[in-house]
């Protein structure tokens, strides 16, 4: 049980018949919270609903792929419907078709939108208005990426719509706050289907799945841990101890937390009347340049 009670709390967790969004919705339900388990497939969410019942938790699968608003409304009517009420969302379901920009299709980007950004609309705004009017506030969990902090190579699609739900969490941060709903992004680095995917983390993922133990070089260096790493961040941000914090982009993974910052000016110049492109060239040779900042996570960067 966490000393973090969300008893009395119902949570929505989309994609959440493995890996990550099974991680959280274990963990909420440890926590003491009614869990709403979504996922695209019937047999993964009944699987996870098993597992906490099993462990004396309250659990409903809730089957739809998330994207169109129907399933959303679906989600937040299953949660009503079975426990009486919806206090925190957690928008977690994913896909990846990785492609190289001039090999991306156009199917391959918009699948990457449909579930990630416009899923995540669709939830919020059905957990937003349900939350609304039981008028006792709310918490609103997006799923970032590194992939949306830094840029990732062969993922135009997956940078652009994670590094979009931060934004929309900022966004909902503000036109919330009047309701008492929070709205924050969790940036997870954790071994799992997705990380598998990327070369370097391909045999730590196998032996992950192995039952072998992280290396302290992934936990402590890369920040890379299991799912279950990043479960405990999602509970505080779903409890009344993180009432005060939203808007926020925090990372978490194996034994690093991480508060990522707003974006900000870093360097301003003047010209009386205007820019020329001449002058623009100028101004960026003397003052800009050194202080452009570079693509890709800081451990690909070149010192």
Known sequence: MSAVSLD???????????????AYALALAAAGAAVVVNDV??????????????AGGRAVASVGPVGPAETADHLVADAVATFGRLDVLVANAGVLR???????????????????LRGTFTTGR????????QGEGGRIVVIGSPAGQYGSFGQTNYAAVKAGLV????TWS??????????????PIALSPMTATIPAYAEAYERFLAGEPIPHELRHDKGLGSPDDVAPLVVWLASSDSAEVTGQAIGIGGDRLT???????????????????????????????????HSGPPSRRES
Do not use: C
């Open 8 to 22: 009395g709390r119902v949570a929505i967790v989309t994609g959440a018949g493995r890996s990550l969004g099974r």
């Open 174 to 187: 503000l036109e919330l706050a009047r309701d008492g709903i929070t709205a924050n992004a969790v940036i």
């Open 259 to 293: 508060l990522f910052s707003h974006p900000e000016v870093v360097e301003i110049g003047y010209a009386d009347g205007g820019w020329s492109a001449e002058g623009i060239g100028a101004a960026w040779r003397d003052r800009f340049a050194a202080k452009a900042q």
């Open 98 to 116: 990785d492609r190289v920009l001039w090999k991306m299709g156009d199917d391959d980007f918009d699948a990457v939108v449909a579930t990630h």
């Open 41 to 54: 497939d019937a047999e993964a969410p009944a699987a996870v609903v098993a597992e906490i019942e099993g």
């Open 167 to 170: 934004a929309m969490a900022r």
């Open 126 to 133: 059905a957990a937003a208005i349900r939350m609304k009017e």
